[in-house]
């Protein structure tokens, strides 16, 4: 950020933005033909891609979003949010034959079950990102790679363009629905200077047993890789350093939004040019923040709240 606390370009963020209808407090995920009952339920905006925009703008950022809505009343719920937490919306495109996505979030507090309808989450195109966007941005953040299908072919391409252009890049896989994890992005990363999986997605990719043997694997391709793994915290390597940072103890709510609000915190020091170990400790902070309250309703209201609650921690 400039020293006066202005932006002077803008995060540009590409990628998901959907309803979330949260069931959350079940005493366990139901199986098949079972029922077990929650003890809240909310329907809040959601997406992986829009809550990393929504947090990075109440971090301080001035942030662009590139995605796909239907003309109907989730679509018009999902832009009123965006443009309420101050991210630009202008490059939201209105599909009118097309049906904002869905998802349906199970959640114990610690475990988590999802059903999504992806809708228009997972039709943006390359075509939707302008020269002008790329032009007035500093940094380009992907989200949900697996998820979406139409603009997978033209990410490397995209990527490459905003690095030609001086941006920076940075993405976060997701959970890929068909559990095919191809080698497609392992070729990506060559292009991408911070990516952003958790351990699961870290170790389907690179068919690996552990966090430590997939960071070693994907620090091949990309610039900096930080993994999230829960409560267990983060390990990341960047600049030849290999850290470690642990999760805070906190009363765990919902975990749904954690690894989003965690990439904005990451995203945020990151950018302003922080040491790593500095940025994984901000990033797990806003991570415990997030757990704390249900779904998107756990992004932060800012970095004063982040830095208060660091300042309270031993």
């Known amino acids: 950020m400039a020293e006066d606390g202005r932006v002077p370009k803008r995060v540009l963020a590409v990628g998901d933005v ?5 069931f959350s407090g079940l005493d366990r995920l139901p199986s098949a033909e079972q029922e077990t009952l929650a003890r809240e339920m909310e329907v809040l905006v959601g997406g992986q891609t829009s809550t990393v925009a929504r947090t990075l703008s109440h971090l301080g950022w001035a942030v662009s979003f590139v995605g796909r809505v239907g003309n109907d009343d989730y679509g018009r719920t999902a832009l009123r949010a965006l443009a309420e937490a101050g991210v630009d919306t202008s490059g939201v495109v209105v599909d009118p034959a097309g049906r904002t996505g869905a998802t349906v979030v199970l959640s114990t507090g610690v475990e988590r079950a999802y059903a999504t309808f992806a809708g228009t989450a997972a039709q943006v195109r390359r075509a939707d990102v302008t020269p002008e966007q790329l032009a007035g941005a500093r ?19 995209l990527f490459r363009e905003a690095r030609r252009l001086g941006l920076t890049t940075s993405l976060d896989p997701g959970w890929d629905p068909e559990q095919e994890w191809g080698a497609e992005i392992r070729e990506l990363l060559s292009e991408v200077d911070l ?6 997605e870290a170790a389907a990719i690179t068919a690996t047993r552990t966090p430590e043997q997939a960071l070693t694997a994907l620090a091949a391709g990309a610039g900096t890789v930080v993994i999230k793994m829960g409560s267990a915290g983060s390990i990341a390597r960047g600049g030849g ?10 009363q765990v709510v919902d975990v749904t939004s954690a690894g989003d609000v965690f990439d904005a915190g990451c995203l945020h020091g990151w950018l302003s040019g922080w040491d790593l170990a500095e940025t994984l400790r901000f990033a797990s902070a806003c ?3 997030a757990v704390a309250r249900t779904g998107s309703r756990g992004i932060i209201t800012g970095s004063e709240q982040v830095l208060e609650f660091l300042g309270g921690q031993r």
Request: aromatic fraction near 10%; hydrophobic fraction near 45%.
């Open 241 to 250: 350093r290999t850290l470690r940072c642990p999760a805070f103890r906190v």
């Open 195 to 200: 990516f952003l999986p958790n351990a699961v």
């Open 287 to 289: 991570g415990a923040l």
């Open 18 to 22: 959907n309803l979330d209808l949260v």
């Open 139 to 157: 940094h380009l953040h992907v989200g949900s790679y697996y998820l979406q299908k139409a603009l997978r072919p033209d990410l490397p391409g």
